[in-house]
């Protein structure tokens, strides 16, 4: 009984390798990534800007509906 529950296990597991390959081919042929879009596409301009007037970047996260971390990443 294990043997047969361990093979569709691992059936399944490589059916999901399978369709995540396929969906990240899709992807690339369309110039796309794969993965979950990002929140913002830059803090560039407006965090860099915020940064420099002195506003923290806690602040800067709670304005553009980011985490702390996110600014950070972004931030010099």
């Known amino acids: 009984m294990l043997t047969t529950l361990a093979a569709f296990a691992k059936l399944v597991r490589d059916t999901k390798i399978e369709h ?5 081919a899709t992807a690339a042929a369309n110039n796309g990534h794969g993965g979950r879009p990002r929140k913002i596409d830059s ?9 420099r ?4 970047a806690s602040d800067i996260g709670k304005m553009l509906g ?8 972004y931030l010099p």
């Open 20 to 24: 995540t390959g396929a969906g990240l």
């Open 43 to 51: 803090c560039g301009c407006s965090g860099q800007e915020r940064n």
């Open 53 to 56: 007037q002195g506003i923290s």
């Open 66 to 73: 980011v985490s702390r971390a996110t600014v950070c990443r």
